[in-house]
């Protein structure tokens, strides 16, 4: 059985001929430095082993859109702290699990006998308020906007059943302002965006206009199978060889141009903007993060607990906000692969399977021929 | 942020409209329509699916196109070098 | 925690506690089983632990997975197992209907693989010391004539084999276990591989290199173990790699990579290339190995690398588990 929509983008001889395409488009005189801004677009480019199939002077430099990579460490202190109590339940995604906080990682912690449960939906959390009546449920929310739309229903169908033990610790944060820090930063110099799919199914192509009109880049909506990245990358291409710099939709089976009008609206009842929120590796970024508003405060972790508000300082030898910025590549930061790896993670980049860091280890760096041949005994 | 699964909607639960029960390869999961509440999805319908909610629906008519369209790219490349051939 | 999920973590424990503290000489290489010289017969010894939660699922349960655990253990060596021993583990308060079922189910497994089981112990612990039933089971059996397995043996240009769908096993438990809510028809495929392994002896013995069953940590930790021993680079053929269409659809629901997922029924044989295609018929030919298929190709580069390939051209490295496979959503 084939997977409908997954496989007809994985067709061999039609990704064969589209890279053809791409290298008749890719001028040979210039070096290309595309970003693509989403987190699952970087692992879906090494897990499909993309960078093998693009010209060499096509570079793709991994953009800031991955939640976990972002997030500081002082907040999964707080959450952690917030978990100590044996009256409450810590839940949160498996992305989560593996995060280091200053005192260990949630997965840690539950080995220790804390009470932390990996959920695949905000809902499976509720599920567990509405069986667990004597404990308080904590969902240690994470996402841009392709997740708080789901955050923002939960809590409205919280509140409409009145039930009272269930929390959502957020730290939703939005796209806008992290590629707005990315075109700001003195350092960078970029040719064109491959645009995040899934965050678009909410938001929709707008809010990407101004890349396009103020800033003269290009920018293509992608899907995550093979040939959208790359028919994503043609698409590219001819806008750059024509000099042209517009928002255009390659995930047209999925992206809605004015995005979904619903998701938006949850969100809108739910959250209001943060008037600044920090970014690990970023520093402080204003309207760049949601919070839960007042209508919701019984159900808000933030009102409902005493939170400490932790905050810590990332040791100044990892380059994380670099290596999230696009300005270094992850082999390029001193502690790659030295003090920093996906067992031992120093920076954020290193522990989710979709920062650059890791992905690159876990797919790619070894590729090079290595003169490391063990001598087996005969 | 990002991971999210086509699937096909194979039953709606007929005393909680928003519920649904999609089916990803023969794996089903019940999945919270209320995203999709302005043009709710039917049995049959394939919608995009992360952390347990419908996103979007998908348009196979989309699909259909792209695929058409990127099938054309080696047949156009193919006239194109045809073409050139005839003038060198 | 992370070091009992089968990966990098359990290998850094293995290396660097157990062997120094335990091996009066480090072994040539660790495998499944230890063949050990005894009044000029050599002998194949093994031992394992099993703490599956929960204790019954489908296509199974924790005394099948003991008895077809060790049978596996033992065939991969090159070994016919001959007799095995067990231990319960009990938390007091354990209903005696449950011990009687995991009882019930290893004298079947042990039946149906052949094997007498000759001996145990039953331990009680307190409640709430451990998690309600654990059994540790050791076996012993005769080495096939014929056999040398080594990783040194492997060259390149060596085929990789595979018995059958991979990670059956590892999504039942998950399943089972009720957390992410997910509904599939899928089993357990615990069973012994005995049979196949002597289908591809008998056609292949003087080619057969190396074999493993990918049980916690799945098929990409046992080839990373293959790679670090023998230096060279595996690349793995990733469509040619049989997986189940429930097993594909709950790994992408999850963002699970099926070559992390343990499996309790599979091996992987690595053969030279001359009789790979015999050793793949006979496999194809034995009952239950219908879905064998040849996976791989040993190469000189990338060194101790396990490549996974398209077939548009597209690599990627595939690296072994640090701790168990987390569901993601990004």
């Known amino acids: 059985m084939t997977m409908r929509f997954v496989d007809e983008f994985r067709d061999p001889a039609v990704i064969t001929r589209t890279c053809e395409e791409i290298r008749r488009l890719a001028d040979p005189a210039r070096h290309y430095r595309i970003m693509e801004v989403c987190g699952g677009h970087t692992h879906a480019i090494y897990r499909f082993g993309l960078k093998d199939l693009l010209p060499p002077n096509l570079e793709l430099i991994h953009g800031p859109g991955c939640p976990v990579c972002v997030l500081p460490m002082g907040r999964i202190d707080d959450g952690l702290l917030l978990a100590q109590d044996p009256d409450v339940i810590f839940t949160a995604f498996g992305d989560m699990m593996r995060v280091p906080g200053t005192q260990g990682s949630p997965l840690e912690h539950k080995a220790k006998g804390v009470d932390v449960r990996i959920v695949y939906s905000p809902t499976d959390a509720l599920k567990l308020a509405r069986a667990n009546p004597t404990k308080r449920v904590l969902f240690f929310a994470i996402g841009f906007e392709t997740t708080a739309p789901s955050t923002a229903l939960t809590l409205m169908r919280a509140k409409a059943e009145g039930i009272r033990n269930f929390s959502v610790f957020c730290n939703h944060v939005t796209i806008i302002p992290a590629i707005r820090a990315i075109l700001d930063s003195p350092d960078m110099r970029l040719d064109a965006f491959i645009g995040p799919g899934h965050v678009s199914t909410v938001i929709g192509c707008r809010p990407y206009e101004w890349i396009a009109r103020d800033e003269h880049r290009p920018i293509v909506i992608a899907g995550f199978e093979p040939l959208d990245l790359l028919q994503s990358v043609v698409m590219l291409l001819r806008q750059l060889k024509d000099g042209r710099a517009a928002v255009e939709n390659q995930y047209t089976r999925v992206v809605p141009w004015e995005g979904n009008r619903a998701a938006l609206r949850a969100m809108a009842e739910v959250f209001e903007l943060r008037p600044y929120f920090e970014w690990r590796g970023l520093g402080f970024i204003s309207q760049s993060a949601l919070r839960i508003r007042e209508e919701y405060a019984a159900w808000d972790t933030e009102k409902v607990f005493q939170v400490p508000g932790v905050r810590v300082t990332d040791p100044k030898a990892a380059q994380c906000g670099e290596v999230l910025k696009g300005v270094l590549r992850p082999v390029q930061c001193k502690l790659f692969g030295r003090e920093c790896t996906p067992e031992r993670p120093v920076g954020a980049l290193m522990v989710s399977s979709e920062g650059s860091c890791a992905a690159y280890y876990n797919y790619e760096h070894r590729k090079a021929t290595s003169p490391r041949r063990i001598e087996a005994p005969v | ?88 | 925690m992370a070091h009992g999920a089968g990966g990098k973590a359990t290998r850094r424990l293995i290396d660097g506690l157990f062997v120094p503290l335990l091996f009066d000489q480090p072994p040539e290489h660790l495998g499944d089983a230890a063949h050990v010289a005894m009044d000029g017969t050599r002998v194949a010894l093994t031992t394992d632990c099993f703490v599956v939660t929960p204790l019954a699922f489908p296509g199974g349960s924790i005394g099948e997975l003991a008895v077809n655990g060790t049978m596996n253990d033992l065939a991969v060596s090159g070994a016919r197992a001959t007799a095995l021993v067990a231990t319960f583990v009990l938390e007091a308060g354990l209903p005696a209907a449950v011990l009687e079922a995991e009882v019930r189910a290893m004298g079947r497994a042990a039946v149906a693989a052949g094997v007498r089981v000759v001996g145990g112990d039953t331990k009680v612990v307190e409640h709430g010391k451990l998690d309600r039933l654990y059994i540790t089971t050791s076996g012993i059996g005769s080495v096939l004539p014929g056999v040398t397995l080594a990783p040194g043996a492997v060259r390149p240009g060596d085929k990789v084999l595979l018995s059958g769908p991979i990670g059956d096993h590892g999504i039942t438990i998950l399943l089972a276990r009720g957390e992410l809510d997910l509904e599939a028809s899928l089993r357990s495929d615990t069973r012994s591989v005995f049979p196949l392994v002597e289908a591809i002896v008998s056609a292949a013995a003087p080619a057969l290199r190396w074999m493993r069953d990918p049980t916690r940590g799945g098929v990409a930790t046992a080839l990373n173990e293959l790679a670090l021993d023998c230096g060279l680079g595996i690349h793995l053929f990733e469509d040619r790699i049989p997986v189940r269409d429930e097993v594909r659809g709950a790994c992408e629901l999850l963002g699970l990579d099926p070559l992390h997922i343990a499996n309790e029924g599979q091996f992987l044989a690595v053969v030279a290339a001359e009789y790979a295609n015999r050793a793949l018929d006979a496999l194809r030919a034995a009952p239950g190995g219908a879905e064998a298929a040849l996976i791989g190709e040993i190469r000189e580069e990338p060194a101790a690398t396990v490549l996974g390939t398209t077939p548009y051209g597209g690599t990627r490295v595939i690296d072994m588990l640090v701790g168990d496979p987390l569901p993601r959503i990004c």
């Open chain 2, 1 to 88: 942020m990002c991971l999210a699964i086509p699937g096909k909607i194979v039953e709606l639960a007929p005393d909680m409209p928003h519920l649904g029960v999609v089916e990803v390869s023969g794996v089903r999961r019940r999945v919270d329509l209320g995203l999709l509440q302005d043009d709710m999805p039917r049995p049959g319908d394939w919608v995009l699916v992360h952390v347990g909610f419908a996103m979007s629906k998908i348009s196979e008519q989309e699909a259909a196109e792209q695929m058409r369209m990127l099938r054309m790219l080696g047949e156009d490349a193919a006239a194109m070098d045809e073409i050139r051939g005839y003038s060198e």
